[in-house]
């Protein structure tokens, strides 16, 4: 677990293709790894990685196809700049959300203007997590912890203030962009209880209009 709280910004030293899946080595930059082992877990961009070798100046990581199917980490290269943070621990300031590292998607950065010192983004979400993101709840976008300002459809928006650019990779985000979206876990893990014991049914795949009026939310 971890809490969308960016540690430092690290940079792809090497990117090995290995048999379909990747092997990647970070420069940790100033992301202390002092107290880090083999298989503790490292966020990149949002991603759960698990540390495999840890060479001095960073540490290396295996990505597995399918990780490279669900996030950006495939569309990194030498010297791409990374967010990184260290699994949390108990004695961890919860400072921003729970955050679990496994993304739930790519969305798309449309828009961004300065307004004031701030920057805003409008980010646009897979149609299979818009019912997932609320004016003002939370959302992971590339591991950084984030309040939603507002909803359009698909489409949100964020409000990123100065200290976050600077110490993100939020500052070089342009229209275009792919970023890692990870789903507050209390969204999903309500729409799952919602289902009840027809949870367990082949088809059921999320919240509809019976499943509201059956569990008392909307009467017919």
């Not at 290995?18 to 991603?47: E, M, P």
């Not at 921003?96 to 646009?124: C, K, N, P, Q």
């Amino acid at each position: 677990m971890f809490t969308g709280i960016i540690a430092a910004i690290g940079e792809v030293a090497e990117l090995q293709q290995r048999g379909g899946d990747v092997r990647l080595r970070i420069r940790s930059g100033k992301l202390d790894l002092g107290d880090v082992r083999l298989g503790d877990s490292i966020a990149v961009n949002g991603v759960c990685l698990t540390a495999v070798a840890l060479p001095g100046d960073g540490f290396v990581a295996d990505v597995s196809r399918e990780t490279l199917s669900l996030t950006s980490l495939g569309q990194l290269g030498s010297g791409s700049k990374v967010n990184l943070e260290k699994a949390l621990t108990l004695a961890s300031r919860l400072g921003g959300h729970l955050v679990s590292g496994h993304v739930d998607g790519l969305g798309t950065v449309i828009e961004r203007h300065d307004d004031a010192r701030s920057v805003r983004f409008t980010i646009e979400a897979p149609d299979d997590l818009a019912r997932y993101i609320a004016h003002k709840g939370s959302i992971a976008v590339d591991g950084i912890s984030l309040t939603v300002n507002a909803v359009r459809g698909k489409q949100f928006e964020l409000n990123i203030v100065p200290h976050t650019l600077q110490e993100t990779i939020m500052d070089g985000y342009a229209a275009g962009r792919e970023v890692n979206l990870e789903v507050d876990l209390v969204a999903r893990y309500l729409e799952r209880l919602l289902l009840g014991e027809h949870a367990a049914e082949p088809s059921s795949d999320g919240i509809d209009l019976a499943t509201l009026v059956r569990t008392g939310f909307v009467r017919e």
